[in-house]
């Protein structure tokens, strides 16, 4: 006779807060180049990710392609110019809790102000 004890405690609760199992890391692009930023989130249900760029909203601004693909965060700066500096953030949020990273990008070869 097969017998499999099982716990009586909520184990198999799986939700979990949003979080981040993989941070973004810095970055520094030479001018006119591609920048690619990723990190990865966690959580049950699903975390709802929105990219910040200097606390201004980029998920509906098309100079910043974004995506998410099971879990792994991107973001993909085609042509990198001086204005793109600055700290760049992201948040993970569901029912459960809410999460932030950030990082800075700095373009070499750039000047700011300028005539640009």
């Given at each position: 006779k097969f017998v499999v004890n099982t716990p009586t405690r909520k184990d198999s609760d799986l939700r979990r807060p949003a979080s981040f199992i993989v941070p973004l890391k810095r970055h520094t692009a030479p001018k006119g180049y591609e920048c690619y930023m990723t990190c990865a989130v966690k959580?049950?249900?699903?975390?709802?990710?929105?990219?910040?760029?200097?606390?201004?909203?980029?998920?509906?601004?098309?100079?910043?392609?974004?995506?998410?693909?099971?879990?792994?965060?991107?973001?993909?700066?085609?042509?990198?110019?001086?204005?793109?500096?600055?700290?760049?953030?992201?948040?993970?949020?569901?029912?459960?809790?809410?999460?932030?990273?950030?990082?800075?990008?700095?373009v070499r070869g750039g000047v700011l102000g300028g005539g640009g």
């Open positions: 959580g049950d249900p699903k975390p709802r990710v929105t990219w910040y760029r200097d606390s201004v909203s980029l998920n509906t601004n098309t100079n910043y392609y974004i995506s998410e693909v099971c879990g792994v965060c991107s973001m993909l700066i085609l042509r990198v110019a001086p204005r793109d500096t600055g700290e760049y953030s992201v948040t993970a949020e569901n029912a459960l809790g809410r999460a932030e990273c950030s990082t800075t990008l700095s």
